[in-house]
C-alpha cells in the first residue's frame, strides 16, 4: 500500500467525505482527490497536518510502519481486556465531533445507572413492602374476619 492508498483509507476510515477532510486540514475536497489517486504529491507539511488533526504517527503514512495511531503505542501495554483495548483503539480513530458524541452517550447512561441504583436505595429500601393500597390489598387480601370497617374482630 502507498502512501495515497493509506491516505484514501484513514479518511473512509474516519467516516469523511474528501471535502470534510480536506477542510479539516486546510485543503480543498479536489486536492485530496487528487492526492489519494497519486495524481498530486503530498506535502511534508500536509503529511503533519493530517498527523496533527489526527493522531496519526507519521511512519505509519509515509512507510506503512505500526501503529497507525499515535497512542495505539500505550493502548496495547494496558492491563486490561482485549474488548476494551479494542473500544480504546476504535475510539482513538474518530474524529472530535463523535468522540464527544460518545462522551455524552457514555455520560448519559452513566448517569440513568446511578439515578437508578440511588432511587433503589433511598426509594425502595424494603422492596418487599407494596406502594399503594391497591397492591398491598393483592398481597395482602383482606381475611374474612375482618370487619367492614377494616378494623379485626379480634383486636379488642
Not at 486540514?25 to 497519486?38: F, H, L
Not at 458524541?101 to 445507572?113: A, F, T, V
Not at 441504583?117 to 413492602?129: A, F, G, M
Request: proline share 4%; glycine share 6%; hydrophobic share 30%.
Amino acid at each position: 500500500m502507498e502512501i495515497n492508498d493509506r491516505l484514501r483509507f484513514l479518511r473512509k476510515h474516519l467516516g469523511l467525505t474528501t471535502r470534510a477532510f480536506g477542510l479539516s486540514i486546510n485543503m480543498s475536497g479536489g486536492a485530496i482527490t487528487n492526492m489519494e489517486k497519486g495524481t498530486r504529491n503530498i506535502t511534508d507539511r500536509t503529511i503533519k497536518d493530517i498527523c496533527r488533526e489526527y493522531d496519526i504517527n507519521p511512519e505509519w503514512l509515509i512507510n506503512g510502519t505500526e501503529p497507525m495511531r499515535v497512542d495505539e503505542d500505550y493502548i496495547s501495554d494496558l492491563n486490561v481486556d482485549d474488548e476494551v483495548k479494542q473500544l480504546m483503539n476504535q475510539y482513538n480513530m474518530l474524529n472530535e465531533k463523535d468522540r464527544e458524541l460518545i462522551k455524552g452517550l457514555i455520560d448519559s447512561l452513566y448517569e440513568k445507572i446511578t439515578l437508578q441504583n440511588h432511587n433503589s436505595l433511598v426509594n425502595r429500601p424494603y422492596p418487599d413492602i407494596p406502594d399503594t393500597l391497591e397492591e398491598c390489598l393483592a398481597k395482602y387480601p383482606p381475611s374474612d374476619s375482618d370487619q367492614e370497617d377494616g378494623t379485626d374482630s379480634n383486636i379488642s
